[in-house]
């Protein structure tokens, strides 16, 4: 009775491995193209989307891809003052962004998270300071720390950028954007109709 019983099981999920395999693999596909897509759009718009990423706030942050994020972040150390580089996707110890101001070498690992960060990201940065012979390393996030990362950031001098210090980063830097000159016709479209130029 048992033998018969477990045919049609075994016929029942073999129908529907056959009918939702297709269907995950079609929304995986598509789920790529997009963000093909949205990459090639970024790379594509160049300094106009690193201008308009600092138009974004926090919730639309929220909505980035990683990559995004490090753009983000690289444009706004930029405007703050830095020089702003970002590493390599892949084998980058530890480090999204490497900043550069008077002598100073800072490592920055960027978090773009619905979650709160863990201590494994101190460590990470901790080690890519080493590393890359940095004088300070950051952990910047749109998120919030985990305690077990506070208190490690604490020992090991770890500087921690929150989504509130970040909002508040962000606010000063877009308050001076305004000082920057202009210096092409696209520019000035980009300020004049930033909706133009949406991601």
């Given at each position: 009775?048992?033998?018969?019983?477990n045919i049609?099981?075994?016929?029942i999920?073999?129908?529907?491995?056959?009918?939702?395999?297709?269907?995950?693999?079609?929304?995986?596909?598509?789920?790529?193209?997009?963000?093909?897509?949205?990459?090639?759009?970024?790379r594509?718009n160049?300094?106009i989307?690193?201008?308009?990423l600092?138009?974004?706030?926090?919730?639309?942050?929220?909505?980035?891809?990683?990559?995004?994020?490090?753009?983000y972040?690289r444009?706004?150390?930029?405007?703050?003052?830095y020089d702003?580089?970002?590493?390599?996707?892949s084998?980058?110890?530890?480090?999204d962004?490497?900043?550069?101001?008077?002598?100073?070498?800072?490592?920055?690992?960027?978090?773009?998270?619905?979650?709160?960060?863990?201590?494994?990201?101190?460590?990470?940065?901790?080690?890519?300071?080493?590393?890359?012979?940095?004088?300070?390393?950051?952990?910047?996030?749109?998120?919030?720390?985990?305690?077990q990362a506070?208190?490690?950031?604490?020992?090991?001098?770890?500087?921690?950028?929150?989504?509130?210090?970040?909002?508040e980063?962000?606010?000063?830097?877009?308050a001076t954007i305004?000082?920057?000159e202009i210096?092409?016709?696209?520019?000035?479209?980009f300020?004049?109709?930033p909706?133009?130029?949406?991601?």
């Open positions: 009775m048992t033998k018969g019983t049609p099981k075994r016929l999920f073999i129908l529907l491995f056959i009918f939702f395999l297709p269907l995950i693999i079609v929304v995986w596909v598509f789920k790529n193209i997009i963000k093909m897509i949205r990459k090639n759009k970024w594509k160049g300094d989307g690193k201008k308009l600092l138009n974004s706030d926090i919730t639309k942050v929220d909505l980035m891809e990683g990559y995004e994020f490090e753009e972040l444009a706004l150390f930029f405007y703050a003052g702003a580089k970002v590493t390599q996707r084998k980058d110890f530890g480090a962004l490497i900043l550069e101001k008077n002598n100073q070498v800072i490592v920055v690992q960027a978090k773009r998270y619905n979650k709160t960060v863990g201590a494994r990201s101190v460590q990470e940065v901790y080690s890519a300071k080493e590393h890359y012979k940095a004088t300070d390393c950051s952990v910047v996030t749109n998120s919030y720390f985990s305690p506070e208190q490690l950031a604490k020992e090991l001098g770890v500087m921690l950028v929150d989504r509130d210090e970040l909002m980063m962000w606010k000063q830097v877009t305004g000082d920057i210096d092409t016709d696209i520019d000035k479209d300020y004049n109709n909706n133009k130029f949406a991601i």
